[in-house]
Structures are given as C-alpha cells and as structure tokens.
C-alpha cells in the first residue's frame, strides 16, 4: 500500500516520465494509472506474478520474470517472501526455507540490450537487495534522474543505509515518510515538502 509521502512524490514526479523502472514490482499497477504513456518496465523473478496478468495487453508496459542486480547468472531466491536474504531476524520467516534459483541480470546491461538511454524513474524495493541494484547501474548511473529505494535496517552483505547514502555523496537525498520509509535520491533539488538529508 502506498504511503502518503509516495503518492505526493508520485503524483509530482510520475507524470512527467518517459522511462520508468520499477524493480522488485508487485501486485499494484500504479504507475501505469498515474502515467499510461510511459514505458513501464517491471522486473520481478517469482516465477508467478499476479501483475502479470492485468498488464501483459497494455503495449507500452514491459513485463520480466528475472531479478536486476550487479551480478549476472542465477541465484538462491526466498520467494515466500520474495528476497535474496534469509531473514531469520523476523520470526513470521524463521521456517520459511524454500528457495528457487533464479536468474539475475546486471541492471546496465539490461540497460544496454535494451538501447535504454536513460530513464527517469528507477524505484526499487528488493527486500533488502536494493543496494545490489543500485550498484549494477554502473556508470548509468548518472543517466538516471530519480532513483528511490526502501530502508531495511540491515541490507544484503550487511550494507547499511548509511553506506548508500555515502554512495550518493553530492547528490540529494530525500526521505519519504511511511512504513517502511523509502529515499528519494536525485541531482536536482526538488520543491515537494520532504525531508532533505543531504
């Protein structure tokens, strides 16, 4: 479910877009009804996504069952709860053990098979993974106009929020309040009523 902090940055941002990428896409189609004009690409490796089917008719939204990240091959996936960490810190996960090897694309080369030249909105929200994502853009990364991710407290190979946002030294970094919170990271300074950590 949306926060109130992302409909605002949504509603401000989203219209605007040509390109946008949404990584670890689930059942909502938001973007499409914010922006029906955009390219839309999802990415999501569970082998069954219920997305799928209210978007597989729409010409301009482009599904792919394979996770984006910095590395390219196949991987170990907890898809009960759709994440490349076991999280035994959670005690709902502790007996869920089943895992699927699925594929995994490096982001800038899905990007350059694609003939992708930039994109405007990169949201990721891979359950703790997101830094691998971020970080698999490689020199792309600066062909990127918003890129939003979620907090996880303890990220994928231990990664701390504090570590991204070291990563994106010199570019602005805003909060968007919810549950869980996310970041919106960005060159330019924006004028929505968020907090501005640097």
Not at 15 to 33: A, L
Not at 56 to 78: C, E, I, Q, S
Not at 113 to 131: A, V
Not at 141 to 149: G, L, P, R, T, V
């Amino acid at each position: 479910m949306l926060s109130h902090g992302e409909l605002v940055v949504w509603n401000d941002i989203i219209k605007s877009c040509k390109i946008i990428f949404d990584v670890g896409c689930r059942e909502d189609n938001d973007f499409y009804d914010i922006n029906p004009q955009a390219n839309i690409y999802l990415f999501d490796p569970n082998p069954v996504n219920k997305l799928y089917a209210k978007i597989k008719d729409k010409p301009n939204v482009f599904f792919n069952n394979v996770a984006l990240g910095n590395t390219t091959g196949d991987l170990d996936f907890y898809y009960p709860y759709g994440s490349f960490m076991h999280r035994t810190e959670e005690p709902k996960f502790k007996h869920l053990h089943k895992t699927k090897k699925v594929k995994m694309v490096r982001l800038e080369d899905f990007i350059k098979e694609h003939n992708i030249t930039s994109i405007d909105y990169l949201k990721i929200d891979c359950e703790g993974y997101d830094f691998e994502v971020i970080k698999g853009c490689g020199n792309f990364i600066n062909s990127i106009k918003y890129i939003q991710f979620e907090e996880f407290g303890n990220f994928y190979c231990n990664i701390k929020s504090k570590d991204i946002f070291n990563y994106f030294k010199g570019w602005s970094i805003y909060k968007i309040e919810g549950s869980p919170v996310n970041y919106l990271v960005t060159k330019e300074k924006l004028k929505l009523e968020l907090r501005q950590l640097q």
